[in-house]
C-alpha cells in the first residue's frame, strides 16, 4: 500500500514538473507573438511555423533540461495532455484560415465586422481558461484576463490589433522565462541519464 503511495507522489511530481518549468507558457506567449508577426506582415502560414517549430523546441527542451532535473516517468495522464495540446494547437491554427477566407470575402453583418476581433479575443481567452482548467495550473487563469484586457483596450481605446497580440505574448514570454529561470535554480542537475523517448 505504501508502495503504491510513494508512486503516486512520484507521479504527481513529475506531472506538475511537466507544467512547471515555464516552457509551455513560453510556447503560449509565443503562440500570440505569432499572430501579431501574421498581422504585421500580413503572411498567414507564419502562425503555423512559429508554432510548430517552437512546440518541437519545447519538448526538445524538456528533454534537455526539465526530465535530467526530476526525473523522467511515462505517466499515461502526461502523454495524453501532450497529445492534446498538439491537437489543440492545429484545431487553432484551422480555425484562424477558416476565419481568415471568411472574414476576407465581406459578406458579414456589420456588427459583426466590428466586434469581431474582441469577440476573437474573448474566444482566445476562454480558450487559455480552459487549459487553465484542464491543466490545474492557476497562473493561467491570469494569462486568459490579460489577453481579454488587451482585447478589450483595442476595442475601445483603438489600439492597434498586432499590438494587442503583441503584449499578451511578451508578458506570457516574460513570465515563462522567469519561470524557467527559477526551475532550473530550484532543480540543479542531477546527472540522470537522457531519456530515451519523449513523452
Known amino acids: 500500500m505504501r508502495t503504491n503511495t ?4 512520484i507521479e504527481r511530481r513529475a506531472y506538475l514538473s511537466f507544467f512547471q518549468d515555464g ?3 513560453i510556447l503560449l506567449g509565443v503562440f500570440f507573438v505569432a499572430w501579431g508577426l501574421m498581422i504585421t506582415f500580413d503572411f498567414v502560414a507564419l502562425v503555423g511555423v512559429i508554432f510548430i517549430a517552437f ?5 526538445g527542451l524538456k528533454r534537455k533540461l526539465t526530465y535530467p532535473r526530476t526525473g523522467y516517468i511515462k505517466i499515461a495522464q502526461a502523454r495524453r495532455q501532450n497529445v492534446r495540446m498538439l491537437i489543440l494547437g492545429i484545431v487553432l491554427l484551422g480555425l484562424g484560415l477558416i476565419l481568415s477566407v471568411i472574414f476576407s470575402t465581406g459578406n458579414r453583418p456589420e456588427w459583426l465586422s466590428e466586434y469581431f476581433m474582441f ?6 481567452a476562454i480558450i487559455v481558461a480552459f487549459l487553465a482548467s484542464w491543466w490545474k495550473i492557476r497562473r493561467w487563469y491570469i494569462y486568459a484576463l490579460l489577453v481579454f484586457a488587451n482585447f ?3 476595442q475601445w481605446l ?3 490589433l498586432n499590438v494587442s497580440f503583441f503584449i499578451p505574448g511578451a ?4 513570465c515563462g522565462l522567469l519561470l524557467l529561470y527559477r526551475f532550473l535554480r530550484k532543480y540543479p542537475m542531477a546527472g540522470l541519464e537522457e531519456p530515451d523517448a519523449i513523452a
Open 6 to 9: 510513494d508512486l503516486k507522489k
Open 23 to 25: 516552457l509551455w507558457d
Open 55 to 59: 512546440y518541437f523546441a519545447v519538448l
Open 119 to 124: 469577440i476573437f479575443g474573448a474566444m482566445a
Open 152 to 154: 478589450a483596450v483595442y
Open 158 to 160: 483603438e489600439v492597434p
Open 171 to 174: 508578458i506570457i514570454i516574460l
